[in-house]
Structures are given as C-alpha cells and as structure tokens.
C-alpha cells in the first residue's frame, strides 16, 4: 500500500542549529514529492517540492530537501534554524494524478 | 487575484445542524479538491472537481457530506447532520490541470468547524 510516514512528530532545535525532518514514502513508482509548513491556524504554503530532474531541491526560507530513491526518502533540512521557522512541517506525496497524502506532521519548536 | 480563499474562517454549530462552506478557487484554476485535517494529524483527502465534474470522493465522504461546484468556479461543501466527529478544519485547494506533470495544488487559509 502507498503510505507516507514522518519520523518523529516534534524536533526541537535551537535557533542557529541545523533543521532535520524525515519522510519517507513507500511505493512502486517514485512519486511527486512535497513539503509544506503550516502556521497555527493558517492553510498550507508550499516549502518545496520534487518532480523530477535534480534531486536536490531548494526552497524557500532556506529549506531543501533531496530524494534519495534508493531509500524512498524526502528528508527536509535548514542548515541554521530561526525562530520564526517554529510551525508544522507536513510532508506529502502525489501517488497519481490527482490526490496529495500528508504525513502526520514534525511539529517544530525553536529554543533561543 | 490573491489566492484561494475560504468562508467562514470559523464555523461553530451545535450537533444535528447542517453547515456550508465555500471555496473560491484561483481564478484560471480547473481542479479544485477538498481535504480534511483534524488535530495532531495532516490534511486527508476528500473529493475533487475537474470544472464542474466531480471526479473522486474519499471514502471519509460519508453520505452527510455533498460538495458542488456548480460552474466550475467556486465550489461549497456541505454537511448535515453535524456529528462531533465531525470537527476539524477543511482545507480547499486548486490547482491547473494541464497537458503533462504534476500541477501544483495551492490551499486556501481553511475553514474551522467545532461541532458542539
């Protein structure tokens, strides 16, 4: 079955530390890739995301991410954090051509 | 054109009601989808229109919930009969279909139901 699975459901880092959130995804057909960050009650604003071509993606904020298809991975990183980085980090897949699948959500804190 | 927008930003109703909201998609947008997201979990699937055509429903569309997008524009989501299961905030999004690749789903601020 497709599914979606983050590691670890709140990261706590301190601000200027390095950002790691995990996903990996489990499917036959590599898919679409995708990270989004949500703002306490705000919709979802898109980080980035993986089509195809380089598998190192940037994004915005200072946020990238490379798929790793041998390990069926998304993995998402900032190298320095900030507090304003402090959100929920959703990632998703698009398995066909319509529908995303979110992870649960890496609920991310920022200490100064 | 400012993006997705979604009224109201926060419904509260008491159980057995019926309640609607509605989604603007952006304006050249032909797919528009709808995904649920209750606490401690991401956004799940709903149902999607291609124009006017409703193309899929999730199984979580129990018979209660029907959504319309009657010109192929905006689009409402109704449910009857609130249950408290049935709180959570729905998500509208939409996206552009074109002739090949992904096409990028962009979300509206989404709308919160507490169904008391």
């Known amino acids: 079955a497709q599914s979606v699975t983050q590691l670890g459901s709140h990261v706590s880092v301190s601000e200027g530390a390095l950002v790691l959130l995990r996903c990996n995804y489990s499917?036959?057909?590599?898919?679409?890739l995708f990270w989004y960050v949500q703002y306490p009650n705000q919709g979802l604003q898109l980080l980035l995301k993986?089509?195809?071509?380089?598998?190192l993606v940037k994004g915005i904020n200072g946020f990238e991410a490379e798929f790793k298809k041998s390990e069926t991975s998304f993995h998402l990183t900032k190298p320095s954090a900030h507090m304003s980085d402090a959100a929920e980090y959703f990632c998703?897949?698009?398995?066909?051509?319509?529908?995303?699948?979110f992870g649960a959500g890496t609920t991310v804190t920022v200490r100064a | 054109d400012t993006g997705v927008s979604q009224n109201p930003r926060h419904k509260i109703t008491k159980r057995g009601q019926n309640v609607t909201f509605r989604c603007d998609p952006i304006?050249?947008?032909?797919?528009l989808y709808w995904y649920r997201q209750t606490l401690g979990q991401g956004p799940e699937f709903l149902t999607y229109?291609?124009?006017?055509?409703?193309?899929?429903k999730s199984r979580l569309l129990s018979d209660r919930f029907s959504a319309e997008r009657p010109k192929g524009s905006f689009s409402t989501l109704e449910i009857q009969r609130t249950e408290q299961g049935d709180s959570a905030m729905y998500l509208c999004a939409s996206s552009l279909r074109g002739t090949s690749g992904y096409n990028e789903q962009f979300f509206g601020p989404g709308t919160r139901l507490t169904v008391l």
């Open positions: 499917s036959s057909v590599p898919p679409y």
């Open positions: 998703a897949v698009n398995f066909n051509d319509y529908k995303l699948s």
């Open positions: 304006s050249e947008h032909n797919r």
């Open positions: 229109f291609q124009n006017e055509a409703q193309l899929e």
């Open positions: 993986y089509t195809t071509g380089a598998t």
